[in-house]
C-alpha cells in the first residue's frame, strides 16, 4: 500500500518540479517544505494518519490508513532523491529531443527518466525500508500484536514486525521467556532491510552500466 501509494505520486511531482515548475518562490517554498518534511519525527505522522485517515477520513485503524500514513512518511524521501536524479541528467538529452521534433513530454519520457532509473530506484527503495522498519506510524493506525489470520482486506488490522518486536521487548508478561523470539523478529527484520539495500545497489549498479553502454 506504501509502494502504489507514494512511489507514483514521488516521482510525478519530482517531474514537475524538475521539468515543468518555474522557479518563483511558490516552488522553491514547495521544495523546502518537502525537504523540511524529511525530517518530521516518525510519531507525528502518526498523530497526523490517526487525525486524517482513521478518524477524519473513516478509514479507522486498517492496513488502508497505515500504508496511506507510512507512504506520507516516505514521500519526501522519494520526491528529494527522484529531482536530484532528474537534475544529474545531462540538459543535451533534452536538447537533442527536442531538436529532433520530440515533444517536452517524449523528451522527458524518452530520454530523461531512463537514465535517472538508478537514482530513483535507489531513492525509492530505500525509502521503502525506512517505512518497513517504522513502529510509530502503523502503532496508531492499524497495528495489531497477533491476529489469527492474515488481513482479508485493506479495511482489516494487521500485524507487522516492528511492532511485534516491540510487544516482545517491552510490553510482554514473560520478557525473559519470549526473548529469543524477539532476537528472531529482529534478525528477520534486519535481514530484510539489508536485502533491500543490497537490491537498491545492485539496480543502480546495473542500470548505470546499461545508460554507460548506451552513450
Not at 530520454?111 to 530513483?120: F, K, R, T
Amino acid at each position: 500500500m506504501t509502494t502504489v501509494f507514494a512511489i507514483p505520486l514521488g516521482i510525478c511531482t519530482a517531474i514537475y518540479l524538475s521539468e515543468y515548475a518555474n522557479n518563483n518562490w511558490i516552488n522553491r517554498l514547495m521544495r523546502a517544505s518537502i525537504r523540511n518534511l524529511a525530517g518530521v519525527p516518525s510519531i507525528i505522522y502518526g498523530l497526523f494518519g490517526v487525525a486524517v485517515f482513521v478518524q477524519g477520513m473513516g478509514l479507522g485503524s486498517s492496513v488502508l490508513s497505515s500504508g496511506l500514513t507510512l507512504g506520507l512518511l516516505t514521500l519526501p524521501y522519494i520526491i528529494t532523491t527522484t529531482e536530484e536524479a532528474l537534475k544529474n541528467v545531462p540538459h543535451s538529452y533534452r536538447e537533442g529531443a527536442l531538436a529532433l521534433g520530440a515533444t517536452k513530454w517524449e523528451a522527458i519520457w524518452s530520454n530523461v527518466l531512463p537514465s535517472a532509473v538508478p537514482g530513483i530506484v535507489t531513492g525509492s527503495i530505500l525509502g521503502l525500508s525506512r517505512a518497513a522498519g517504522e513502529t510509530a506510524p502503523i502503532l496508531f493506525t492499524g497495528v495489531a500484536f497477533y491476529l489469527r489470520y492474515l488481513p482479508s482486506s485493506i479495511h482489516d488490522s494487521f500485524m507487522a514486525m516492528p511492532y511485534h518486536l516491540y510487544i516482545l521487548s517491552t510490553q510482554h508478561h514473560a520478557i525473559e521467556e519470549v526473548r529469543p523470539l524477539a532476537y528472531g523478529t529482529a534478525l528477520v527484520l534486519l535481514s530484510l532491510v539489508f536485502v533491500l539495500n543490497i537490491l537498491a545497489f545492485i539496480i543502480r549498479y546495473r542500470y548505470r552500466s546499461f545508460n554507460q553502454a548506451r552513450v
